[in-house]
């Protein structure tokens, strides 16, 4: 619902996709674009997908009619072997619902890359590593997911009360937030299932692993700044983070 929405995440969102210098063009890593193997999106007009079910027709309505690039999947693709380019999907809610925001003329090429289920967390860690040239390029990596990330625990009563957070979803957020920032990637790969409150936050990884991606990419100089980090309903949170340079 933050894709049609006017909240403060929908205002943030807007307000960083103003201070970035215009991409070449965006790849997004989405939690809702799981595969056997990795895959990228090869489409000239990638398709806006509607990938859930429940919610109002307006949300359905939503058109993110971004182009793709093809030229750009081929040298990804004869760079990176690993990855085999996709004609059949395109951009779903994970990518539309954040980029109509940041991005709201749709006028900025995207390719979305699976993620392999088969891999470990560290081994999408050090895949993503191989991602990193892109930025060069003027190409901006996003990650799309949520670091807690637990539906069946919903609050569905709470959804008036934008700060109720559950203890144990507070916990993990507080955690991944301190990983990150250190930028622990031993932690972050090995030790959510040492805590019961990271199992619970995390029950299943594609909604983590985007994060990974981000960290994977960011340059030694660079720094993590986080924003939106609201809970939603008890059990979800909104906490995001972006690569900024250096002040110093």
């Not at 997004?28 to 509607?50: L, Q, R, V």
């Not at 979305?112 to 967390?121: H, I, M, V, Y």
Request: proline share 6%; glycine share 4%; with cysteine.
């Amino acid at each position: 619902m933050n894709a049609i929405t006017d909240n403060e995440f929908a205002k943030e969102w807007r307000l960083i996709g103003k201070s970035l210098t215009k991409p070449k063009a965006i790849l997004c890593i989405s939690a809702h674009y799981e595969t056997i193997g990795t895959f990228i999106t090869a489409n000239d007009h990638p398709p806006t997908i509607h990938d859930f079910g429940g919610f109002p027709k307006e949300l359905f309505a939503v058109q993110y009619p971004a182009p793709g690039d093809p030229k750009l999947v081929t040298s990804i693709v004869e760079r990176i072997p690993e990855i085999q380019a996709d004609l059949e999907w395109g951009l779903d809610h994970g990518t539309w619902s954040v980029l109509r925001h940041v991005y709201p003329y749709a006028d900025i090429p995207i390719l979305q890359l699976s993620l392999d289920r088969n891999k470990t967390p560290r081994e999408h860690y050090e895949f993503a590593k191989s991602l990193s040239y892109l930025r060069e390029e003027g190409v901006l990596i996003v990650g799309s997911g949520n670091l807690v990330h637990n539906l069946r625990l919903v609050a569905w009563n709470k959804m008036d009360e934008p700060d109720f957070f559950y203890d144990w979803a507070e916990d993990a957020n507080k955690i991944l937030k301190e990983w990150i920032s250190a930028e622990n990637i031993t932690a972050l790969t090995e030790s959510i299932s040492e805590r019961e409150s990271l199992q619970k936050a995390i029950p299943s990884l594609e909604h983590f692993l985007p994060a990974l991606y981000v960290l994977a990419v960011k340059s030694q100089n660079q720094n993590i700044q986080f924003f939106n980090d609201k809970p939603v309903m008890g059990s979800l949170s909104m906490t995001s983070f972006r690569v900024t340079e250096s002040s110093s």
